[in-house]
C-alpha cells in the first residue's frame, strides 16, 4: 500500500504567511507518526508522513519538519507507488556539483538557513500523481547530553493540520534504572495535557502523546492549520557514584562518568562583559540583571573578577577578591552602573582577564574565564587569527575560556574556536525576553565544578573518543566511547583520576565494569561511538591546522559516510531511480548563514540544489519566535531558559508501570487486566490457589507507591468507559475460556451508532447499515474514527482516544483496551476512567494492612502483566479484592448487554 503524508514547518511567525498552505481539496497528510526510541541516552527517532494527493491532476508534495541541531540524520526515505526511494550520504562536492549544474540550468534554488536555538528544518518535496500518494520517512539520532541534572529529548510537532491519525510514541530503556521522567514543552499544556500519557517501571518508561483531531484545533496556538510545538521529555538515570555507569558491546564500550556526592570546589572567575554600543538597549539591560543574579550565587569561598571592555577596559577591582558580602555589593553596584558605549576590544579585555587568573593562583581551586560578546573586534587587535593565538598563549590550557556569543552580529566560528583552544565552549545566547536567562542557566551549568584534570583511562581501550576533561561540574556529565582490544573484555579496565579540591582521586569499581550485551546491541554501542568520535572530530577540525586539520576532517567524512550520518562534510542524495534528478540535504554548520544577518558571507555555501523532479531540499537552521509560553519549554539545550513546568493531569488507564522513584507527578491511574496463570511462574504459589479463568486487574496509585491490584472471575461483561455528554460508551466481554483480556469490545455513540472490534475485524453498524473491516484503512463514522494497525486499533471521538492492543498468547488473539486520552468531564466513568488509588499502609507484618478511606483490608504482595504496552510487563502489586480496590460493588461496573 503506498500512503504519503507532510508536514509543514515554518520558521518564524512572518513567513507563515508567505508559505502556501495545503488545501484539504489538494492534498491532506492522512496519518502522521513520531517514533522514538532512547536507548542509553542514544535517541533514534523517526518520523513518518503520510499523504495523499487529492486532485485530478500530479501535484507537488512537501515534507518539511524540525529535527534538533545536535542530531544527525541518517535516513530518509520516500515510498511512491510501490516503489522505495532512498536516501544516500555523499560527499559534499557531489552535492555541490548538481547544485551548481541546477542554477546554471536557470533553475531556482533557494536560500540557506535561518539559525535558531535547538531546531533545524528539513524540508523536501516530490511531486505524486493523481490521487496517489506518498510517505516520507526521515530517520535522526542523538546523544542525549546531561545537563543541570538532567537530559531532554525535545519532539517538535508541527502537521500543517489536523491529522487524524497522529500520534507520538516515546520508549525509554536505560539499564541505570530511571530516576524520574516528566513531559513538558508547550504541546503539553492544557486541553493537550490529557493527550499525554506516561508509564515508569524502573528501567523502561514510555511516554505516549494522542491528540485527537479536535484537541488539534483547540489547543493554545492551535488552529485550523493544527498543532504548532513541542513536546520534551525531561528525564535522568541512576548512577553508580563510583565509576558510573559502562556499557559494553563485543567491540565497542560507552562510559557515562557524572559522580555528584563530591564536594564543590571553590572557584576563581573573572567575567569579560562587553559593553560596546552595540550592547544597547534590551541587551545590556539583560546583561546587567543577569550579572546581578550570577553575582548573588557566587559562594563565600569563591573568588572573583568583573572587567567591562569596550575600546578600554574597566576594571571593578584589579586583581580578583573573595566573593564576600561587602564585595559583592560593591560589584554589583558596578553592574548596575555599566553603560554602552564605543567600539570593542576583544583582544585586550581576554588577555586583561587571563592576566588576572593567571595572578590568582589558589591551590585546590578551580578557574575559569567568562566572556560575553556580541560583536566583531572592532578595535585594538582585530585579526582573529592572532587574537585566538594571543589568548591561546595567555591561558596555555590552564583553565577554560568560555564564550557566549549575544545575537546574531557575532562571528560565532571566532568565538567557538577561541573556546575550544582553552577548553571551553562556546555559547550562543539569544537576543529575546529572556536572554538574561539563557546567561544565568549557563553559569548555572558551570557553577559547581566538583573534580579538575579529569583523565578517563582504559586499559585494553582504543579509537577513545576525548578523555582528558579540564573540569566536571555538578550536573553535566563526560561520556567517552571506544573500541575493546581485540574484543577482550577480560583485559578491559576503565579508570578516572581526577583532582577533587587538593586530592588526587581515583574512581575504579571492578564490579562496574562489565555490563555487556544485554537489549543494548552492538550496532547501538558502536553508533555512540561513531556518533561521538564525529562530533568531537568536527571540532577538532575547526581548532587544528594544516595536515591535522586536513586529517581530522578526513576521517569524520568517512566515519559519516559509514554510519550514513548527515553532517556539515555530508549531504544526503535523495534519487529516483529512473531518473538522474536527485535532491540534496545539507547540514548547516552551527551558526552558520543567518536570516537578516547584516553582514553574513552571502553564496558562500550553497546548501541545496533544486530539480525538475524533487524541488528544493534543505535543513533549515529554525528560529522559535519569543513565545515562552509556547516555544519556551522546547528549548533542550540552552541553559536559562526557564520553563513554565505544567503539571498535567491524565488519568492512565491501562499503564500499569511501577518504579520506585518519588517522583509524585506522573503515573496517576491506571488498570489493566491480566490473566495470572500464564504470566509469572515465580508465583506459582499463589496461583496453585487462583483460578485460571480470572483476570487481574491493577489500580495504579498516584505516587509511586505500590498499585493495588484484584481479581475478576469468569465471563464477565464490563463498563470500560461511560462518557454522558457525548453519549459516548465503551464496553467489554472478558475471555476467560481461551487467553484472558478482551474478548470483543463494542463501542455506542449517540443512538445509532455502534462499533464491534474483535481480533480479527471491525464490524460498524450506522442506523440501517452495517459494514465490515478488516484493512488497515480508516474508519470514519460520525464524529468516531477508528484505525488498525499492526498490533492495535486506534479509536478517537471527540476528546477520548482510546489504543485496543492486540496480545497473543498460544496463538490466540485477545484484546486490551487503554486510554490514550482521557475526556476532560469529570462525569466519565467505568474501569477505564478510575482515579488513581490512594492508600496508607498502616501495618507490615506478620501481614501487610492498607488503609484505603476508612476501612482496613488485608493484602498479599502478588505479580500482574501489563497489557497496555504491547512488550509485556510484569510488576508487583497489592491484591485485594475487587470490592476493596474500587470502593465500591464490582456490580457497578458489571453489563448484561455489550
Ligand atoms: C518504534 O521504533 C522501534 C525501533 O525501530 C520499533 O521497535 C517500534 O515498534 C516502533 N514503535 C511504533 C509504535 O511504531
Ligand atoms: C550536586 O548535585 C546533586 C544533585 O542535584 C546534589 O544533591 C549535590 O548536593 C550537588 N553537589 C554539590 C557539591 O553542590
Ligand atoms: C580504529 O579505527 C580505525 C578506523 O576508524 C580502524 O582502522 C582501526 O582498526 C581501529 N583500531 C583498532 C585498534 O581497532
Ligand atoms: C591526558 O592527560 C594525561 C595526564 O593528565 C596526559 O598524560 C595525556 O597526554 C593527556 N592526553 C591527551 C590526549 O591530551
Ligand atoms: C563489588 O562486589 C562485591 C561482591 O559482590 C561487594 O562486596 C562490593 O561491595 C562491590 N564493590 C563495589 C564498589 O560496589
Ligand atoms: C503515596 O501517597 C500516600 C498517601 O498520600 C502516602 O501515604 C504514601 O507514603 C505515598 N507513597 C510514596 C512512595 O510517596
Ligand atoms: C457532565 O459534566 C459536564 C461538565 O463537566 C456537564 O456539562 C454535563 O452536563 C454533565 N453530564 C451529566 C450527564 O451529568
Redesign the pocket.
Known amino acids: 500500500m503506498e500512503r504519503a503524508v507532510v508536514q509543514i514547518t515554518l520558521f518564524g511567525l512572518l513567513l507563515a504567511l508567505a508559505t502556501t498552505l495545503p488545501h484539504k481539496d489538494d492534498w491532506d497528510i492522512y496519518s502522521f507518526h513520531i517514533n522514538s526510541t532512547v536507548t542509553s541516552r542514544y535517541a533514534t527517532t523517526v518520523i513518518t508522513s503520510r499523504v495523499a494527493n487529492r486532485m485530478d491532476e500530479s501535484k507537488e508534495i512537501e515534507f518539511q519538519v524540525r529535527i534538533p541541531k545536535n542530531a544527525f540524520i541518517s535516513k530518509f526515505r520516500m515510498f511512491i507507488d510501490g516503489q522505495v526511494y532512498d536516501g544516500v550520504v555523499k560527499g559534499k562536492e557531489k552535492a555541490q556539483q548538481q547544485y551548481t549544474e541546477a542554477v546554471s540550468r536557470g533553475e531556482t534554488a533557494g536560500l540557506v538557513s535561518s539559525v535558531g536555538r535547538t531546531l533545524e528544518e528539513f524540508k523536501t518535496s516530490v511531486t505524486v500523481a493523481a490521487h496517489k500518494k506518498v510517505t516520507f520517512e526521515l530517520t535522526y539520532e542523538e546523544l542525549l547530553k546531561r545537563r543541570l541534572g538532567k537530559y531532554e529529548l525535545q519532539i517538535h510537532a508541527r502537521p500543517m493540520q489536523p491529522v487524524k491519525d497522529f500520534k507520538v510514541d516515546v520508549y525509554f530503556n536505560e539499564k541505570a534504572g530511571i530516576n524520574f521522567i516528566e513531559v513538558k514543552g508547550g504541546l503539553s499544556t492544557k486541553a493537550l495535557a490529557n493527550a499525554i500519557t506516561k508509564t515508569h517501571v524502573d528501567k523502561q518508561a514510555w511516554v505516549y502523546f494522542y491528540p485527537t483531531e479536535d484537541q488539534q484545533k483547540t489547543c493554545d496556538s492551535c488552529g485550523e492549520q493544527g498543532m504548532n510545538g513541542d513536546l520534551v521529555i525531561v528525564y535522568d538515570v541512576n548512577r553508580?557514584p563510583?565509576l558510573g555507569d559502562i556499557k559494553k558491546s563485543g567491540r565497542f564500550f560507552v562510559h557515562h562518568f557524572a559522580p555528584s556526592n563530591l564536594a564543590s570546589i571553590p572557584k576563581n572567575v573573572v567575567f569579560v562583559i562587553d559593553q560596546s554600543g552595540s550592547m544597547h538597549g534590551r541587551k545590556m539591560q539583560q546583561t546587567r540583571i543577569a550579572l546581578i543574579h550570577i553575582l548573588s550565587d557566587l559562594a563565600e569561598d569563591d573568588h572573583f573578577g568583573l572587567i567591562t571592555f569596550d575600546s578600554s577596559i574597566f576594571h571593578w577591582k584589579r586583581e580578583l577578591v573573595q566573593a564576600n558580602m561587602e564585595n559583592l555589593e560593591s560589584a554589583k553596584k558596578f553592574s548596575r552602573e555599566i553603560v554602552e558605549r564605543g567600539s570593542t576590544d576583544i583582544n585586550k579585555a581576554v588577555l586583561e582577564g587571563a592576566r588576572m587568573l593567571n595572578a590568582h593562583p589558589r591551590e585546590g581551586s578551580a578557574s575559569m574565564l567568562i566572556l560575553l560578546t556580541d560583536g566583531d573586534p572592532t578595535s585594538g587587535e582585530t585579526n582573529l587569527e592572532v587574537i585566538q593565538s594571543n589568548v591561546r598563549g595567555a591561558i596555555a590550557d590552564k583553565f577554560p575560556l568560555y564564550c557566549l556569543g549575544f545575537g546574531f552580529d557575532v562571528n560565532f566560528e571566532f568565538l567557538e574556536k577561541m573556546s575550544l583552544q582553552s577548553n571551553g565552549v562556546a555559547r550562543r545566547i539569544y537576543e529575546d525576553s529572556d536572554a538574561d536567562l539563557q546567561l544565568k542557566g549557563f553559569y548555572e551549568e558551570v557553577a559547581t565544578p566538583l573534580l579538575t584534570d579529569v583523565t578517563m583511562l582504559y586499559n585494553g581501550g582504543t579509537n577513545l573518543t576525548q578523555t582528558n576533561f579540564s573540569q566536571y561540574y555538578n550536573g553535566s556529565e563526560i561520556v567517552v566511547a571506544g573500541q575493546i582490544t581485540d574484543n577482550d573484555i577480560e583485559t578491559f579496565t576503565p579508570q578516572v583520576v581526577a583532582i577533587s579540591s587538593n586530592k588526587r582521586v581515583r574512581f575504579s569499581?571492578?564490579?562496574?565494569t562489565v555490563e555487556s550485551n544485554g537489549p543494548v546491541s552492538d550496532s547501538h554501542i558502536q553508533r555512540v561511538w561513531a556518533y561521538l568520535t564525529v562530533k568531537q572530530l568536527l571540532e577538532k577540525e575547526l581548532v587544528l591546522s594544516g595536515p591535522e586539520k586536513e586529517n581530522a576532517k578526513k576521517e569524520a567524512f568517512e566515519l559519516s559516510l559509514k554510519y550514513s550520518f548527515v553532517t556539515p562534510l555530508t549531504s544526503m542524495v535523495v534519487t529516483k531511480p529512473q531518473g538522474e534528478n536527485s535532491d540534496v540535504l545539507h547540514k548547516p554548520k552551527e551558526g552558520e548563514e543567518t536570516e537578516g544577518r547584516s553582514h553574513s558571507s552571502v553564496g558562500r555555501q550553497p546548501m541545496f540544489t533544486q530539480n525538475t523532479q524533487l524541488r528544493t531540499s534543505m535543513i533549515r537552521q529554525y528560529s522559535p519566535p519569543a513565545h515562552p509560553g509556547i516555544f519556551g519549554a522546547g528549548l533542550a539545550g540552552d541553559p536559562g531558559v526557564r520553563r513554565k513546568v505544567s503539571r498535567y493531569q491524565v488519568n492512565i488507564v491501562g499503564a500499569a508501570g511501577v518504579g520506585r522513584g518519588r517522583d509524585p507527578d506522573w503515573d496517576l491511574g491506571s488498570i489493566l487486566v491480566s490473566e495470572p496463570s500464564a504470566i509469572l511462574p515465580t508465583i506459582v504459589s499463589f496461583l496453585a490457589t487462583d483460578v485460571p479463568l480470572s483476570h487481574r486487574f491493577v489500580l495504579k496509585t498516584e505516587n509511586l507507591s505500590l498499585p493495588l491490584c484484584f481479581d475478576v472471575t469468569g465471563d464477565v461483561r464490563l463498563k470500560l468507559l461511560h462518557h454522558p455528554n457525548r453519549e459516548l460508551s465503551v464496553n467489554g466481554e472478558l475471555d476467560s475460556v481461551e487467553n484472558g483480556g478482551f474478548r470483543r469490545i463494542v463501542i455506542h455513540l449517540k443512538n445509532d451508532l455502534l462499533v464491534e472490534i474483535d481480533a480479527k475485524e471491525i464490524i460498524v453498524r450506522e442506523g440501517q447499515t452495517l459494514t465490515r473491516h478488516v484493512g488497515p484503512d480508516p474508519i470514519t463514522a460520525g464524529s468516531l474514527t477508528v484505525i488498525r494497525r499492526d498490533k492495535e486499533i486506534d479509536v478517537a471521538a471527540g476528546d477520548t482516544r482510546m489504543i485496543i492492543v492486540i496480545h497473543e498468547r498460544n496463538g490466540e488473539e485477545f484484546l486490551w483496551p487503554v486510554l490514550r486520552q482521557r475526556p476532560l468531564d469529570n462525569n466519565v466513568s467505568g474501569i477505564l476512567a478510575l482515579k488513581p488509588a490512594v492508600y496508607e499502609e498502616v501495618q507490615q507484618s506478620p501481614h501487610t494492612i492498607l488503609k484505603i478511606k476508612d476501612q482496613e483490608i488485608d493484602v498479599t504482595r502478588a505479580s500482574a502483566a501489563d497489557y497496555s504496552i504491547v512488550s509485556l510487563l510484569t510488576h508487583d502489586c497489592w491484591l485485594m479484592s475487587a470490592e476493596s480496590a474500587l470502593q465500591s460493588h464490582l456490580d457497578d461496573f458489571i453489563i448484561t448487554q455489550l
Open positions: 553508580n563510583s569499581d571492578t564490579n562496574a
